[in-house]
């Protein structure tokens, strides 16, 4: 399939996306029903993830949909540029990150401190993928769906130059 100017191939299924989805969505239920915690959506690219994950929570949950940006086409700037929409008090919160890919890690680590520095009392991240051979933080990932090599990816939720976001598979750049 053809995004942009690059050629992509399937990669994860829908069906394999929402095993994992089903799972984490289980596992933070679990951990969570009882804590009030506030769920923080990272967007663009969560919104799908995000939302599939809220669905199965078998607890009523507070949502702050919060926007920053590391990457500009397939390249990590590696700086947080931009923090907006975080619409709830966050002193003493248990806070939950929901993203939908982890690589560098520097996203989540500038976030986290962030979080930590109004005053959340705990800050747990839940990942739908994760780049293990590009991660440099210094910072644990608590919930990860699926670990990846370093491909570029797109679909379900996450962009290609601001393209393909709507695609209900994850699709790999092909070689
Ligand atoms: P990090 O700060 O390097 O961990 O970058 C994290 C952010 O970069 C993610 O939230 C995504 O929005 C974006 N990103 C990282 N890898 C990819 C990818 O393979 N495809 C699309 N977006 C990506
Ligand atoms: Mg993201």
């Known amino acids: 399939m053809k995004i942009h100017d690059k050629v992509f191939e399937s990669y994860i299924s829908e069906t394999e996306i929402n095993e994992h989805v089903t799972r984490l969505a289980c596992a933070i239920s679990q951990q969570f029903s009882d804590k009030n915690p506030l769920f923080i ?57 929901l993203e939908d890919i982890v690589d560098s890690g520097l996203t989540m680590e500038k976030l986290t401190a962030y979080l930590y520095s109004q005053g959340a009392a705990s800050v747990v991240i839940v990942t739908m993928l994760f ?7 210094n910072i644990k990932i608590d919930f990860i769906g699926i670990e990846i090599p370093d491909y570029f990816v797109v679909g379900y939720g996450m962009d290609y130059n601001g393209y393909g976001r709507n695609i209900r598979e ?5 070689e």
């Not at 397939?74 to 907006?84: N, R």
């Not at 994850?170 to 092909?174: G, H, M, Q, T, V």
């Open 131 to 137: 780049k293990p051979k590009s991660f440099k933080a």
């Open 170 to 174: 994850i699709l790999k750049i092909a």
């Open 41 to 97: 959506a990272v967007l663009n690219g969560s919104f799908m993830f995000a939302s599939d994950i809220l669905k199965q929570l078998n607890f009523p949950a507070q949502i702050s949909f919060v926007k920053l940006a590391s990457y500009l086409g397939t390249k990590s700037l590696g700086a947080i540029s931009e923090l907006i929409g975080v619409n709830e008090p966050l002193r003493d919160r248990n806070i939950v990150i």
